[in-house]
């Protein structure tokens, strides 16, 4: 019954957010500056800030897939009066050998972008420490920010707006996965009520057995 409960509930999360986001989309961007930021007050809206990219320490997130095809997703800072922010520019297919990054129009001058505001970056699980490199599995903004020198934000920004870049800016609904967590909850309440079932069955013939 807990377990049936708690897939219920991460249907129920996933359907308050997806809900939240839609209203985040409809309403007007917040904008974004070098001010310090509160990052719990500006999750899930629909953010955009204008500067420059700094196209040095862009970051290809490897092994993420569009409609079955495999490739990468950019991620670059956005340089916003000395202080920068990181944003996931959108996806790229990966080429036929893995040696070889496809190339990534990055425009130049100032910029804007819209998107919304993410608290990290996707993650997956990795074996190890990860080596710093032009492509990777994770990013962690602390690690980032010490590694690079670059004072950044605490917040990422999923780009929504257009670019002239050929970047796939498709990205996952976080209420994928409802229906799955609602199988799931019926599937551990059906075991819950079919062990209680089972329970007095196998005791009333107990009872009559003696």
């Given at each position: 019954?807990?377990?049936?409960?708690?897939?219920?509930?991460?249907?129920?999360?996933?359907?308050?957010?997806?809900?939240?986001?839609?209203?985040?989309?409809?309403?007007?961007?917040?904008?974004?500056?070098?001010?310090?930021?509160?990052?719990?007050?500006?999750?899930?809206?629909?953010?955009?800030?204008?500067?420059?990219?700094?196209?040095?320490?862009?970051?290809?997130?490897?092994?993420?897939?569009?409609?079955?095809?495999?490739?990468?997703?950019?991620?670059?800072?956005?340089?916003?009066?000395?202080?920068?922010?990181?944003?996931?520019?959108?996806?790229?297919?990966?080429?036929?050998?893995r040696e070889?990054?496809?190339?990534?129009?990055?425009?130049?001058?100032?910029?804007?972008?819209d998107g919304?505001?993410?608290?990290?970056?996707?993650?997956?699980?990795?074996?190890?420490?990860?080596?710093?490199?032009?492509?990777?599995?994770?990013?962690?903004?602390?690690?980032?920010?010490?590694?690079?020198?670059?004072?950044?934000?605490?917040?990422?920004?999923?780009?929504?707006?257009?670019?002239?870049?050929?970047?796939?800016?498709?990205?996952?609904?976080?209420?994928?996965?409802?229906?799955?967590?609602?199988?799931?909850?019926?599937?551990?309440?059906?075991?819950?009520?079919?062990?209680?079932?089972?329970?007095?069955?196998?005791?009333?013939?107990?009872?009559?057995?003696?």
């Amino acid at each position: 019954m807990a377990l049936g409960h708690w897939q219920a509930g991460r249907a129920a999360e996933k359907r308050a957010l997806a809900a939240r986001l839609e209203q985040a989309l409809r309403s007007p961007p917040i904008e974004i500056g070098a001010a310090p930021l509160d990052p719990q007050a500006l999750l899930w809206q629909r953010v955009a800030a204008r500067g420059t990219w700094n196209e040095k320490y862009t970051v290809y997130l490897d092994n993420k897939l569009r409609r079955g095809r495999p490739g990468y997703e950019v991620v670059t800072p956005l340089r916003i009066d000395g202080v920068h922010v990181l944003v996931n520019r959108g996806w790229v297919e990966a080429g036929r050998s893995r040696e070889v990054l496809p190339q990534v129009a990055t425009p130049g001058g100032e910029v804007s972008v819209d998107g919304l505001a993410l608290p990290r970056l996707p993650h997956v699980l990795e074996a190890g420490i990860a080596a710093p490199g032009k492509v990777r599995q994770n990013i962690e903004l602390e690690a980032f920010q010490r590694e690079s020198g670059l004072k950044l934000q605490p917040i990422v920004i999923e780009q929504h707006s257009p670019s002239p870049d050929g970047l796939v800016r498709e990205w996952p609904r976080p209420d994928a996965g409802i229906e799955k967590h609602q199988s799931y909850s019926l599937q551990w309440y059906s075991l819950a009520i079919l062990s209680i079932v089972l329970f007095f069955a196998l005791s009333f013939r107990r009872v009559r057995a003696r």
